[in-house]
């Protein structure tokens, strides 16, 4: 099966497991989405969506959040991980939207990727899921099934990145990498996987993969 024929089979399969995909983190705007995508770094879509109302009860705009402080901020996300250096983040990018953009979220990669605590995945996440832009975001679990599905070398995200913009129409990438992420969590986890339920692995998968798996199992 050529890479092109993989790549079908996928959105086809993807299609029929999840038509509507809702985005994972709970918002209200291009703001909260930032800072919830911020706060997801290392930490689960659930945690962040547990802190995320007693973050945004105090402040869910960029003017309501410089009234606090780095360490108010601090102890309120700290159950999310990383919590002095996202505090600096959240309190340094809403001052910033103040001072140049006049409190919005600027639709713009390049703007967004220079605010502070923000990467490229973040920037890519909020102009996919707050703007509608057309990008793909790489996290662990797309990086993962890229790989087991033989579609990129697994290497680094940015190479992933690249080989899913390839392979994919632009005009399905975002709804097709939230498709990924609910697929990689429910059929293709890092740790627990059953291959026997991984019909995409199964059908389009790595041959080493496939492999390896069933050598663990005996």
């Not at 939207?97 to 502070?116: C, H, M, Q, S, T």
């Not at 923000?118 to 793909?136: E, W």
Request: hydrophobic fraction near 40%.
């Amino acid at each position: 099966m050529t890479q092109s024929e993989k790549a079908q089979y996928i959105i086809k399969t993807l299609e029929q497991l999840y038509p509507t995909v809702p985005i994972p983190l709970e918002h209200q705007d291009p703001y909260t989405l930032l800072i919830a995508v911020l706060l997801s770094a290392q930490s689960t879509d659930a945690r962040v969506n547990l802190i995320t109302p007693l973050l945004f009860a105090k402040a869910n705009n960029p003017y309501d959040m410089v009234k606090l402080s780095v360490d108010e901020i601090r102890d309120i996300i700290k159950p999310v991980g990383l919590s002095p250096m996202k505090s600096k983040g959240i309190h340094g990018l809403s001052q910033i939207l103040i001072e140049k953009y006049d409190g919005n979220v600027p639709a713009d990669f390049e703007a967004l990727e220079a605010l502070p605590g923000v990467g490229h995945k973040t920037a890519s996440v909020v102009m996919s899921q707050a703007f509608g832009v057309p990008a793909f975001p790489v996290d662990t679990h797309i990086h993962r099934l890229m790989y087991r599905w033989g579609l990129s070398n697994g290497k680094n995200v940015v190479q992933t990145e690249k080989d899913a913009k390839r392979l994919f129409p632009k005009e399905l990438w975002n709804k097709l990498h939230l498709q990924i992420i609910y697929y990689g969590r429910e059929y293709s986890p890092a740790r627990g996987w059953d291959l026997e339920k991984d019909v995409i692995t199964k059908t389009v998968g790595r041959k080493s993969v496939v492999v390896e798996y069933y050598k663990v199992k005996k």
